[in-house]
């Protein structure tokens, strides 16, 4: 049972670890890989709703204030916005209104069976096949204010949401 915000944060970084595998080439077809990228994000805002409880009010309006002067963050949260209702219902923290994962690639990786057969027909030193494997890639774009265009890699943003709630967990006095 997650039971606390330091569960929530648990989960969170646990949730990026598969996001790298994925990137390296793990197990799991596309949608599952789809959907552990969407998970982290939906993980981010969870986060935010642990901590703005264990803080309480008023200083539970820090949790935004912090998130907010963060870009990963607010992309985080706008992308996670968007993953829960389809929509950003919502003015954008990362003022761009069209934050989301726009594209995923995948390189597939099938495994061989080396056979050596003998004269007489028959086999040995057959090897069991591993399941094949798959490396997902995903790209987030969003427009910036100035209206110039950007993309950039999902897991590197993950990367970057991760040290960022680290910066401000630690300033709220939790880490």
């Given amino acids: ?16 670890l598969r996001l790298e595998q994925m990137k390296e080439g793990a197990p799991g077809g596309s ?14 805002e969870s986060l935010r709703d642990w901590v703005k409880r264990e803080l309480g009010h008023p200083a539970d309006a820090s949790v935004d204030e912090g998130m907010k002067k963060s870009l990963p963050l ?3 949260h706008d992308i996670a916005i968007k993953v829960k209702h389809q929509i950003q219902g919502e003015k954008p923290w990362s003022r761009a209104e069209d934050a989301d994962v726009d594209t995923q690639s995948v390189t597939v990786f099938v495994q061989t069976v080396h056979v050596t057969m003998g004269t007489s027909g028959g086999t040995s030193g057959a090897k069991s ?34 040290a960022d709630w680290h910066k401000l967990l630690s300033a709220l006095g939790l880490l």
């Fill in 74 to 76: 607010s992309l985080a």
């Fill in 129 to 162: 096949t591993p399941p094949p494997t798959a490396a997902h890639t995903w790209t987030v774009s969003y427009t910036l204010p100035d209206g110039g265009k950007t993309s950039l890699d999902a897991v590197d943003l993950a990367r970057s949401i991760i």
């Fill in 31 to 44: 949608a599952t890989a789809l959907n552990d990228l969407a998970n982290f994000f939906e993980r981010s």
């Fill in 1 to 16: 049972m997650i039971g606390t915000w330091n569960d929530q944060w648990d989960q969170m970084q646990q949730g990026f």
